[in-house]
């Protein structure tokens, strides 16, 4: 879908007479992120995923300003007005789930129910932002001077070592995870690491007693930094809290079933 400063790699799966279900993938992904889940909801539902700006096949056609989390919300806005989706569930999960949320507090009237999975409203404070724009600043070089295959290997192997993550490395599918992730460019990743990451984002904390719109919050039981998160985020706005057990950060991954049954019964 050619939009204007972007070309959106997409993919829409039309059950007809049902709403549709729109998933936003985390960084590194792309729209392939959430297949297992898609599958064991059958056709309940249609489905729109898509490669965010600086992730898969998706091609950014302005400056590196319509990588920002500001210019990325209102492109998937426009690709659901030029699929005439007036009204989606969302569902995002990590970096796509700080934009879904996002995209639930500045465009409420476009979303029934809303899931995040391992995601926040960003940093409170300009000093945490500061910090976290270093830090991202350092890995997105990292990502740059990544020319092979197996450097980028490397740094995915690296990445998922993360506490967050949990026991995800030792996933039957993570191998299989891990070549996907393979078909994104490191340069590209760069760009949306540092124009959408998590200290660059605007601040949604002080926005979160706005919302309006049902919302579940996700994690996994081994992510207490996430679970931590998510509890302080239910203080400020009215939200549904649910652990997914035996799971880290990646809970649609890890433990799809559970994954599966919770969203479905929000809904």
Known sequence: ??????????????????????FLHGFIGNLDEFDPVIRLLGEEFSYLTLDLPGHGKT???????????ENVAQG????????????CYLVGYSMGGRLALYLTLHFPHRFTKVILESASPGLATATEQLTRVKTDGQIARKLV???????????????YSQPIFGRLKEHPQFTTMVESRLQNQP????????????????????????????LLLLTGEYDHKFRDIHTQMAQKCSAQVRVIADAGHNTHLENTPEFVKTIRNFI
């Open 1 to 22: 879908m050619t939009l204007p400063k972007y070309n959106i790699h997409y993919h829409l799966i039309n059950h007809p007479h049902t709403p549709v279900m729109l």
């Open 76 to 87: 998937v806005i426009n690709l659901l007005d030029q699929l005439n989706i007036q009204q």
């Open 59 to 69: 091609q950014v056609w302005g400056g590196d300003e319509y990588y920002t989390m």
């Open 145 to 159: 001077r990544t020319t092979t295959k197996q450097e980028f290997t490397n740094f995915l192997l690296h990445w």
């Open 187 to 214: 340069v590209e990743l760069a760009k949306s690491l540092q124009f959408m990451g998590t200290g660059k984002q605007p601040s949604l904390w002080h926005k979160l007693p706005e919302n309006t719109i049902p």
